[in-house]
């Protein structure tokens, strides 16, 4: 098995659902499993203050080795 991390962030509409559906859209993907996830940060936009804050987040997925990284990628 590989381990790989996944930085998540949205700002737009409902952050914390979009990461939701983020982490959820993941571990459909075949070979993909979701082992580990970290709280839910919200941080001040940088250099554009006009907008909604983000929430952000990490995932820890474990991958079959029969996935490769531009697959993950895609």
Same mark, same amino acid.
């Given at each position: 098995?590989?381990?790989?991390?996944?930085?998540?962030?949205?700002?737009?509409?409902?952050?914390?659902?979009?990461?939701?559906?983020?982490?959820?859209?993941?571990?459909?993907?075949?070979?993909?499993?979701?082992?580990?996830?970290? *709280?839910?940060?919200?941080?001040?936009?940088?250099?554009?203050? &006009?907008? *909604?804050?983000?929430?952000?987040?990490?995932?820890?997925?474990?991958?079959?080795?029969?996935?490769? *990284?531009?697959?993950?990628? &895609?």
């Amino acid at each position: 098995m590989k381990v790989a991390y996944i930085g998540l962030g949205s700002n737009l509409g409902k952050p914390e659902e979009n990461l939701a559906q983020a982490r959820h859209h993941i571990q459909e993907i075949q070979g993909v499993a979701l082992s580990k996830a970290s *709280p839910l940060y919200h941080t001040e936009p940088q250099g554009f203050s &006009d907008q *909604p804050w983000f929430c952000n987040q990490v995932v820890e997925v474990t991958l079959e080795h029969s996935v490769a *990284p531009l697959q993950l990628l &895609d």
